[in-house]
């Protein structure tokens, strides 16, 4: 595990830092400011907010139909592709979004940055994977593993698999920002592995059949918080009627998605040109076969706790962050009981 002064550990902690003057910026801003993201109508709150996320992927397009249905229902969702977490964490924490949609959202919390995850967005879709000659965790001694970088989400899953899989092992851990270059590095055998997300493992395995394979499939053995939808009591509080939709409707549509993948497949060719048409079906049954996202609304005890222990075990544990504080069950319990 990293420690917190290695000098890898700039990512993660250095948003914990920054959070807590970001955090003090918000409360000054919201003592009276004038500049409110949301349009605020009647008792029942606004009927627009702002969405903060990193840009469009398999894991998110539920929230793009989602969106669509809102807008059905009179609601405008505007949603503002941010990129990188802290690029996410700061525009949330200084009030540029209404709605943001990471599980790092932690971090500000953790800062006094008052906020409540009122929806689980999706779980955990990474898996670690190598060459077929490297097939368990032993077998990676000495090779090539990239990742992100060591306090990344993405480092975190390789440096605490290999820390308590096969703490004997010593890997050659490589840094190699993003996943498309990670994953042209595998196919040029510049890398034996990586911790990659079920879209490239299935555009790998389309690509090099047989070569790779599986070590650890995290989407089964940590299946945390990744996609988390949170927003500021204040915000929750004034606008009860949109909140409450949010989580009705995004149920509806993991409930639909399940059921009938192919919309998902439809809107994957709407966002994402990028990805060849022909393996839109398998990258969608992949996400769709790995359950990842939660109807019941993934914000359980344990769901939480077990997000928690992840980020808490990097180096640095949070002290203020429970799940009986980072939560609010108001919304989904107020949309469970409209569903009946």
């Not at 890398?191 to 499939?217: K, Y």
């Not at 059921?259 to 709407?270: C, F, G, N």
Request: with cysteine.
């Amino acid at each position: 595990m990293s420690s917190p002064s290695h000098p890898g550990s700039v990512w993660l902690r250095g948003a914990r830092i920054a959070a807590a003057a970001l955090a003090g910026t918000l409360a000054l801003s919201s003592c009276g400011g004038d500049d409110q993201p949301t349009e605020q109508s009647g008792g029942s709150g606004g009927t627009s907010a702002t969405l903060g996320f990193s840009g469009w992927s398999i894991a998110y397009l539920p929230t793009a139909i989602a969106i669509d249905r809102l807008a059905e229902q009179g609601f405008e969702v505007e949603a503002v592709a941010l990129g990188g977490n802290p690029n996410q964490l700061q525009a949330f924490a200084q009030g540029e979004v209404d709605i943001a949609a990471i599980a790092q959202v932690m971090d500000l919390m953790d800062q006094g940055l008052p906020a409540k995850f009122f929806l689980a967005g999706n779980t955990n879709e990474f898996v670690m994977v190598s060459r077929a000659e490297f097939p368990d965790c032993e077998s990676l001694d000495g090779k090539v593993v990239g990742i992100q970088s060591e306090a990344s989400f993405v480092g975190q899953l390789a440096v605490q698999w290999f820390a308590n899989e096969c703490p004997a092992a010593a890997p050659q851990i490589t840094v190699v920002e993003g996943s498309e270059n990670r994953l042209a590095a595998l196919l040029q055998g510049q890398m034996d592995a990586s911790p990659i997300d079920l879209q490239d493992w299935t555009l790998l395995n389309a690509e090099r059949p047989g070569e790779f394979v599986i070590v650890e499939d995290f989407t089964t053995t940590l299946p945390i918080m990744r996609g988390a939808f949170a927003a500021t009591p204040e915000w929750l509080e004034a606008n009860p009627e949109l909140a409450t939709a949010w989580v009705a409707t995004h149920l509806e549509v993991y409930r639909d998605v399940y059921a009938d993948p192919s919309i998902l497949v439809d809107k994957a060719a709407e966002l994402l040109p990028e990805v060849d048409p022909d393996l839109l079906p398998a990258v969608v049954d992949a996400f769709v076969s790995a359950e990842s996202w939660p109807v019941d609304g993934g914000l359980g005890e344990d769901d939480v706790q077990s997000t928690i222990d992840f980020f808490d075990a990097d180096g640095e544990a949070y002290t203020s962050v429970t799940p009986e504080g980072a939560v609010d069950l108001t919304y989904l319990d107020a949309a469970n009981q409209a569903q009946g």
